[in-house]
């Protein structure tokens, strides 16, 4: 086989590895050996991939919020009333925490002992997700846009990010906490009467 193949196979399962050592047994309890064994590769391999473990959680961690991004952009809000929109993302959001319920622990919870750096990508992520409700709301309606700020929206983010971790933490795999209802107060915030 190529070797380029080769080692972007081992990328992906050593990726892998990783999400599962974090969600498993957080940060400071994985090494790369560890990660090299649950995955099958060679140390060599790691570092042909990865400077250290830190990058390898992190690369794992921007590929996730790559195809949360990619799935939440792809929800129009043509035709619906702007609640239905702002449940669309909401749902959309927390179908993807479900469906890998590994992967939302290690990136929704466990992700945080990274510190700054880890806390600095979840900021860019968040006001990504802030600024496509908003950039959607001015395309709504621009003469209002004014009326509520970037922080604004990106307030909200937080707080359903935020709920949607203490959700995982408390084993509450369907998000009850973010139920439908919620959608109703989250898009009167996010805009009001539209």
């Not at 002992?113 to 950039?135: F, H, K, Y």
């Amino acid at each position: 086989l190529d070797r380029e193949l080769v080692l972007s196979a081992q990328r992906e399962r050593l990726l892998i590895a990783a999400t599962e050592l974090l969600a498993a047994h957080g940060y400071s309890a994985m090494s790369a050996k560890e990660i090299c064994r649950r995955a099958g590769a060679s140390l060599t391999n790691f570092y042909q991939c990865f400077e250290t473990k830190e990058a390898c959680v992190f690369a794992a961690y921007d590929r996730f919020i790559d195809v949360l991004i990619t799935r939440l952009v792809a929800i129009s809000d043509a035709g619906i009333a702007w609640e239905e929109y702002i449940w669309a993302i909401v749902r959309e959001y927390l179908d993807v925490l479900r469906a890998d319920p590994v992967v939302a622990r290690a990136f929704q919870v466990e992700m945080d002992a990274l510190g700054a750096e880890a806390r600095r990508r979840r900021r860019e992520s968040l006001t990504a997700l802030a600024q496509l409700a908003r950039d959607t709301f001015e395309q709504r309606d621009p003469s209002r846009v004014v009326d509520m700020p970037l922080d604004a929206y990106l307030n909200v983010v937080y707080g359903v990010r935020q709920m949607a971790s203490d959700a995982i933490e408390d084993g509450d795999p369907t998000f009850e906490r973010l139920a439908l209802e919620r959608s109703t107060w989250l898009a009167r915030f996010l805009g009001a009467e539209l």
